[in-house]
């Protein structure tokens, strides 16, 4: 059934090495060709043959064009939960993120793996913005990087209104909240994304936020009725001691 299944989605005679489905339906469940196109999605440009714990349950929220707040160690997976079913949905998926590098980083690693992805921002000069644009007018891009300083100018919210946006992915959410560690102005901004693009489902995601943190985070973006999920931050491979503080500069020694 599973060949069988990858066969039918993607026939020879189509013209695009990617599975853009029209996912409209609100339900839990996720039907058997969707279920197959991201197993396939996962092995041929990721590598893998099977997701890390919530994942795919995350991935299908997404698919299901609902929002979601996703709280993941580093290294736990969260950047896989928005570049798989940017290949599967029909439109572009925007990353919000705060750093440069993150964005030059995750961008080359894409375009290495041969999915069309590419990032704005102040180390760009106006010729290249402007390309890069021109080829998201062309629908040429499944990824866009972006800073929120950039996404809530209100001359690139009009240009993004004008292109076919599936999903806002916001990475390191927790700068949103003013009761984080990490808080960052421009980040409240980002609640007027359900006020533009109200059927656009919204990802939140952060590798650190409290309980208070997490609420605000939802709250200031407004996610609906979404849904919640939190890894384990359980490191196996890390060993974990408190000790009494004497004579400490000879403790650190040892």
């Not at 041969?114 to 921002?121: D, K, S």
């Not at 700068?175 to 609640?191: A, V």
Request: charged share 20%; proline share 7%.
């Amino acid at each position: 059934v599973f060949t069988e299944c990858l066969r039918f989605l993607q026939p020879p005679s189509s013209p695009s090495p990617f599975i853009p489905l029209r996912v409209g339906d609100r339900g839990r469940g996720i039907c058997l060709r969707l279920r197959c196109a991201m197993y396939k999605i996962l092995q041929k440009y990721f590598g893998y043959t099977s997701f890390y714990p919530l994942q795919e349950d995350i991935i299908n929220e997404a698919l299901g064009q609902r929002d979601v707040f996703v709280l993941m160690p580093t290294g736990g997976g969260k950047s896989l939960c928005y570049q798989l079913p940017a290949l599967l949905l029909d439109g572009l998926t925007v990353v919000i993120s705060p750093l440069i590098a993150l964005m030059k980083d995750q961008v080359d690693g894409l375009l290495a793996d041969g999915i069309p992805a590419t990032f704005i921002n102040s180390s760009l000069s106006y010729n290249e913005i402007e390309a890069r644009r021109r080829s998201l007018s062309n629908k040429e891009t499944k990824i866009l990087y972006i800073a929120p300083e950039r996404l809530v100018m209100p001359e690139f919210l009009l240009f993004l209104q004008g292109l076919k946006v599936s999903l806002f992915a916001v990475d390191e959410s927790h700068c949103i909240s003013e009761w984080g560690h990490d808080f960052r102005p421009e980040y409240r901004q980002l609640k007027l994304l359900k006020e533009r693009f109200p059927k656009v489902p919204i990802m939140a995601l952060t590798a650190t936020a409290t309980p208070v943190v997490q609420e605000d985070i939802i709250t200031q973006l407004k996610l609906s009725d979404c849904m919640v999920f939190k890894a384990s931050f359980n490191r196996k491979n890390l060993y974990y001691q408190i000790k009494p503080k004497e004579n400490p500069y000879h403790q650190l020694l040892q």
